[in-house]
């Protein structure tokens, strides 16, 4: 079994989440996505989206904010949970 874990994990897609975060420094999780060797996918926290991507940068422009808001891509520590 754990050579089964060791390719899963060799695998494993990276994960990122798109956020936004406003002026008065509030940060809403705005989709979530995974990264691939060669593309990306990512699709947003309502579930309404979801977008096949060439890079995971790429999501940020799909990511709809005011213009005084930033958005950014945040990996995923799998180590964190």
Do not use: C, K
């Not at 798109?18 to 996918?41: I, K, L, R």
């Amino acid at each position: 079994m754990s050579d089964i874990r060791a390719i899963v994990a060799a695998q494993a897609p990276r994960l990122f989440a798109t956020v936004v975060t406003n002026q008065s420094g509030d940060t809403t999780v705005v989709g979530w996505g995974m990264e691939f060797p060669d593309s990306a996918y990512m699709i947003t926290a309502n579930g309404r989206n979801q977008y096949f991507l060439a890079e995971a940068e790429n999501a940020l422009m799909y990511v709809r904010s005011d213009p005084d808001a930033a958005p950014d891509l945040v990996w995923v520590d799998p180590a964190a949970r």
